[in-house]
């Protein structure tokens, strides 16, 4: 994507300028746009070093992160707020070759409801049978979190998914049979099963098949650390390695997997932060 091309889709974010660093270092500048500085937010730095600069380091919540260059003196990076990041002050430090400076996030606290659901007794205490396949699974997850591309694969602004709205709320507490389980890392969509459901942005799919608890996954790679998972699905329309572009079908919704009925299910990471896709959306989308 242009330069031009993108300075002008983030300047049309819908979403103001939260504010500027006032660095230590004279003439490095740093903005930031967000929705909100919360758990689950989606935080964009941009970066204008008093000099040209080859190269950047940024560094935010105990995560290295991967910076993109706009022109010789700008820079932008994602920053992903995750659901457990505690409340107060928090240091963004950024290096180039002939400047340092330090930037302060201060995290508001955010309240989550709780849902209490009924489903499948086997998706709540699964049988010993399916224990090594579950293991197995959250491995080849945690890798994939860690392993995005450091080329930014996505172009433009994001779409949503699926036409409906989400109804279920990123972040909250979750209690099914009675049993507290993880918060909703992701938004649900009230989808009909087989809608289509297309890639927000371009990117590469990493993985394409059943999981025990999301049932039929999509993945999609974004590149620098950005990265979308879709949950649920009744029938998968993509490959693992195939490079997919904006709003290209990648399945259908459906009711696999730890369910209540037919929905899409979509969970957003940057950088292994888990953040809402609502936010994704409200600073990149449109």
Known sequence: MRTAALCAMLAAAPVSPIGKAQAPSPGIEIAVQARAIQPGELVILTITTPDPASSLRVRAFDRDLTAFQIDARTWRVLVGIDLDVAPGPHGVTIDAPAAHTTHTLTVTSRAFPTRTLTVDEAFVNPPARVQARIAAEAQELARIWTESSTTRL??????KPVPQ??????????IYNGQARS??????????AGTPILAPNAGRVVLAKD??????????DHGLGLISLFAHLSAIAAKPGETVATSAVVGRVGATGRVTGAHLHWTVRVNGARIDPMA??????R
């Not at 709205?165 to 979750?174: D, H, K």
């Open 211 to 220: 999981l025990y608890y999301t049932g039929g996954t999509v993945i999609i």
């Open 280 to 285: 994704l959306l409200a600073v990149l989308g």
């Open 154 to 159: 996505w172009a433009g602004t994001f779409v």
């Open 165 to 174: 709205e989400a109804n279920s709320a990123f972040g909250t507490r979750s």
């Open 183 to 192: 918060p909703h890392g992701g938004a649900d969509f009230a989808s009909p």
